[in-house]
């Protein structure tokens, strides 16, 4: 798998604990642990724009999101 296919692969699973955080089990989660959750979002999508550029790595992270998170 390429570095870019992990970094999306992790970028996905982060929107997916923010989901989670923000309904079911955790509908109480803090403010912190959401915000934890778009700070490693903004980090992976650093990494992923050092590899294909900026504006293909927004593309990729805001797809992510509203996939998983609507």
């Known amino acids: ?10 970028i996905e699973m982060e929107c997916e604990a923010m989901r989670q955080a923000m309904q079911g089990f955790r509908a109480t989660a803090s403010h912190d642990i959401i915000n934890h959750q778009y700070s490693a979002i ?18 990729i992270a805001v797809e992510a999101y509203i996939q998983i998170i609507g």
């Open 1 to 10: 798998m390429s570095e870019v296919a992990l970094l999306r692969q992790r």
């Open 42 to 59: 903004g980090g992976l999508q650093e990494r992923l724009a050092d590899l294909v550029g900026e504006r293909e790595a927004a593309m």
